[in-house]
């Protein structure tokens, strides 16, 4: 079974930034596509971003393009989500999931990850 562990949410203020961590201890890390999903009250899942096995490829919704970086570190097991200019409306629960394989459109569908953590809330105050 693979777990996943998110931490760094928090209340903070528009425009501040915040980093998200997500680890996943395991041989299989290593060698899994990692995304970042997030659902706020009322609303469904939205796909955030995801990065390749090898960090080699990440893909974002267009609307968080060039506020949100991912990164991710095999050698720690860990997937960061960077957040800049935090607006209100990015305030949710930030999920990470890993998925053996994905490719092109498939990234951003939430039926392809296999294991998901249990979420941080991010509170962003006006």
């Known amino acids: 079974q693979v777990q996943l562990v998110e931490s760094g949410g928090g209340l903070v203020q528009v425009g501040d930034s915040l980093r998200l961590s997500c680890v996943s201890p395991?041989?299989?890390?290593?060698?899994?596509?990692m995304g970042w999903f997030r659902q706020a009250p009322g609303k469904e899942r939205d796909f955030v971003g995801a990065?390749?096995?090898?960090?080699?490829?990440?893909y974002f919704a267009d609307s968080l393009k060039g506020r949100f970086t991912i990164s991710k570190d095999n050698a720690k097991s860990t997937v960061y989500l960077q957040m800049n200019m935090l607006k209100p409306e990015d305030t949710a629960v930030y999920y990470c999931?890993?998925?053996?394989?994905?490719?092109?459109?498939?990234?951003?569908?939430?039926?392809?990850?296999?294991?998901w953590g249990q979420g941080t809330q991010v509170t962003v105050s006006s």
């Open positions: 395991g041989r299989t890390f290593s060698i899994s596509t």
């Open positions: 999931a890993s998925s053996k394989f994905c490719s092109g459109n498939g990234c951003y569908s939430a039926t392809t990850y296999d294991y």
């Open positions: 990065i390749t096995w090898n960090g080699g490829r990440t």
